[in-house]
């Protein structure tokens, strides 16, 4: 059962020093949920670290308090509390994040994936919220926590990443009015913004060019997909955090219904993205067949390669959920 916010208040009431976590290769929610949290905690006179397997990436590293993400310490991290934010399995947060905090033995885990299993001591997980920062945003205003100007703009870069700048259909009225109140608190909607939305290095924008070259659109226009390789992310000296959100593009094709983003990792492990435009055609139920996970309408999985072995097998479980349709 889900904890309360009171139930969770009273944890970080009562414990002294906290380590914030979250997924590995972070987006804006991950990456801004520790922020937010994390800076929240620390005004109420707390000891926080924020920790990440793979560090802060480029594209959000104009975040305020950005700086504090900090990728594991070899020694290990001594606090009363882990906190894990935006991670629906706990393999996900990394070998090396779990490796250094092996030693605290209370978890609050804190999540909107309906696929996590609530592996923390105390879980509250919402799958009916559009973000993490959103349910932290609600956690920090139910107890009157504190909201410094870290905290208030990390809170919109969360949800705003992940609703696709409030687009997409899970965002609601609580979405926008916890936006207007983030706005009256002094968030520059026009500052964040432009450095969220339109501050992208010329390698993405050869990103997507390499990917515009192998989209296919199959099975009557209602399934598109493209892929990158290894040989492609060496090629134009890519960095993780290059492709997030270009899935959107093939996504935006009108008629399609199902979209795919295969990736070949450094792992041999391919990594596959998948969006659905019909609440019908359930992308998490789909990627769980493979191991992975997410919402209904944005999951993903991490599956072994080789890509063309993978895209076949994809796209298949994709076609036999739409055959549902018909």
């Given at each position: 059962?889900?904890?309360?916010?009171q139930?969770?208040?009273?944890?970080?009431?009562?414990?002294?020093?906290f380590?914030l976590?979250?997924h590995?290769r972070p987006d804006?929610?991950?990456?801004?949920?520790?922020?937010?949290?994390g800076?929240?905690?620390?005004a109420?006179g707390k000891k926080?670290?924020l920790?990440?397997?793979d560090?802060?990436?480029?594209n959000?590293a104009?975040?305020?308090g950005?700086?504090r993400?900090?990728?594991?310490?070899?020694?290990?991290?001594e606090?009363?509390?882990?906190?894990a934010l935006?991670?629906a399995?706990k393999p996900?947060?990394?070998d090396k994040?779990?490796?250094?905090?092996?030693?605290?033995?209370?978890?609050?885990?804190?999540d909107?994936?309906?696929?996590n299993p609530?592996?923390?001591?105390?879980?509250?997980?919402?799958?009916?919220?559009?973000?993490?920062g959103q349910i932290?945003?609600?956690l920090?205003?139910?107890l009157?926590?504190?909201?410094?100007?870290?905290?208030?703009?990390?809170?919109?870069?969360?949800?705003?990443?992940?609703?696709g700048?409030?687009?997409?259909?899970?965002t609601t009225?609580?979405?926008?009015?916890m936006a207007?109140?983030?706005v009256r608190?002094?968030?520059?909607?026009?500052?964040?913004?432009a450095?969220?939305?339109?501050?992208h290095p010329m390698?993405r924008?050869?990103?997507?060019?390499a990917?515009?070259n192998?989209?296919?659109?199959?099975?009557?226009g209602r399934?598109?997909h493209w892929?990158?390789?290894?040989?492609?992310v060496?090629g134009?000296?890519?960095?993780?955090?290059d492709?997030?959100?270009l899935?959107d593009i093939i996504?935006?094709?009108?008629?399609?219904i199902v979209?795919?983003f295969f990736?070949?990792l450094?792992?041999?492990?391919i990594?596959?993205?998948?969006?659905?435009k019909?609440?019908?055609?359930?992308a998490c139920?789909?990627?769980?067949q493979?191991?992975g996970?997410?919402?209904?309408?944005?999951a993903g999985i991490?599956?072994?390669g080789?890509?063309d072995?993978?895209?076949?097998?994809v796209?298949a479980?994709?076609n036999?959920?739409l055959?549902?349709?018909?």
């Open positions: 059962m889900n904890a309360t916010f139930e969770i208040g009273a944890c970080l009431e009562e414990a002294e020093s380590a976590l979250s590995v804006g929610d991950a990456i801004g949920s520790q922020i937010a949290l800076f929240a905690l620390e109420m926080v670290r920790i990440n397997e560090g802060l990436p480029d959000l104009f975040m305020a950005g700086d993400i900090e990728t594991p310490p070899e020694a290990p991290v606090v009363d509390v882990v906190i935006d991670t399995t996900r947060l990394g994040a779990l490796a250094c905090v092996e030693g605290c033995k209370r978890w609050i885990n804190i909107h994936h309906k696929s609530g592996y923390g001591d105390l879980n509250h997980i919402d799958d009916g919220s559009p973000a993490t932290l945003y609600d920090i205003t139910e009157s926590l504190p909201m410094p100007p870290e905290t208030r703009d990390a809170i919109y870069v969360a949800v705003s990443t992940d609703t700048s409030f687009q997409y259909s899970g009225v609580d979405t926008y009015e207007a109140d983030l608190r002094g968030l520059d909607v026009g500052g964040i913004n450095l969220t939305y339109d501050n390698r924008v050869e990103l997507m060019r990917l515009l192998t989209l296919e659109v199959e099975s009557e399934v598109a892929q990158l390789t290894m040989d492609a060496r134009l000296g890519l960095k993780p955090e492709s997030e959100g899935i996504r935006a094709i009108q008629g399609v979209a795919l990736e070949e450094d792992t041999g492990k990594r596959v993205s998948m969006r659905s019909d609440k019908r055609v359930d139920k789909v990627c769980q493979f191991g996970g997410g919402h209904s309408l944005a991490r599956m072994p080789p890509i072995e993978a895209r076949r097998q796209i479980a994709v036999e959920e055959s549902q349709l018909d």
